[in-house]
């Protein structure tokens, strides 16, 4: 029996899947003449690249959009694509991402909206961040896809709240977060993006346009759900093989100096990454310098 319906497989990197469901309804609606007016910048595999929408980003060109939109074409001859989406906190103001995946004849094919990309702390080399992964598996016979990403005047309305420095040390040192209203960034219509696109064979994806390409068959939209209760995992679970001692001697000098510094927040940073990795001494260390000397 000849199957024509384009099957969608849908996932995030997660712990464990969530239920997924198609749904057009927030999907922007583009027609030809808006997709004309916009230049779709090539981007490569296997690279992290940066963004500046203030600057390098397109003025929208179509009604859902508010702000600047990054337009980028991918290879799609390459296998199943990972792409990791952060959008980088900066000045309390953060650009909450949309992602439109739109196949070889740019036929809309995949949708995340903002909602599905979560608030991650700064970790030891990156900020505060919001952050998704999307796993997307380009039919047989393509050549490129296209990835849209903007912002809309209901994201801009809103704001996400950020883990404060004076919580995280009392959680860090087991006492009592103060009762104090969280910091928060303001949805913005420009900020800094960063995209991380690597090619990879799973089964784990979203199927991007028919295995017949030209032909008529029509693409659902599909929009992920539940991700927004379970935060995308992007990095391997934590070891639990002790690290070398030069390992450990570096993360508890970069302790005393961050402490030294009266920089806690980076402090808590290098003490969260060190014991991820195993460290058996950071948590000392740090106890130890920031405890009042008599």
């Not at 420009?190 to 064979?201: D, F, T, V």
Request: charged share 15%; aromatic share 6%; proline share 5%.
């Amino acid at each position: 029996m000849k199957h024509t319906a384009l099957a969608l497989c849908l996932s995030l990197t997660l712990t464990s899947l969530s239920a997924f469901a198609t749904d057009s309804s927030v999907a922007p609606t583009l027609t030809t003449a808006q997709l004309q007016t916009i230049h779709w910048q090539a981007s490569t595999i296997g690279q992290t690249q940066e963004f500046d929408l203030s600057s390098a980003g397109q003025t929208a060109t179509f009604s859902d959009a508010s702000g600047k939109v990054l337009a980028l074409q991918l290879p799609a001859d390459h296998g199943a694509l990972t792409i990791r989406v952060r959008s980088l906190i900066e000045g309390k103001q953060v650009f909450a991402p949309n992602v439109l995946v739109l196949d070889q004849q740019q036929r809309p094919a995949a949708f995340y909206p903002s909602n599905q990309f979560s608030y991650q702390p700064a970790s030891l080399l990156t900020g505060d961040r919001l952050e998704s992964t999307l796993k997307l598996s380009p039919a047989p016979g393509q050549k490129s896809i296209y990835l849209l990403v903007y912002t809309t005047s209901r994201d801009l309305q809103q704001q996400t709240v950020l883990q404060g420095a004076s919580k995280a040390y009392a959680k860090a040192t087991g006492n009592q977060p103060p009762d104090i209203p969280d910091p928060v960034a303001q949805h913005a219509n420009s900020g800094q993006l960063s995209l991380k696109i690597s090619a990879e064979r799973t089964n784990d994806t979203i199927s991007i346009g028919s295995t017949s390409i030209g032909n008529n068959d029509t693409t659902a939209i599909a929009t992920p759900l539940s991700a927004a209760s379970s935060p995308a995992v992007t990095e391997k679970a934590a070891t639990t093989v002790a690290l070398l001692p030069a390992t450990e001697n570096y993360f508890n000098q970069q302790i005393r100096q961050a402490v030294k510094a009266g920089d806690l927040s980076q402090a808590l940073t290098l003490l969260q990454e060190a014991e991820r990795l195993g460290s058996s001494s950071a948590r000392a260390t740090f106890m130890d310098n920031v405890q009042p000397r008599h």
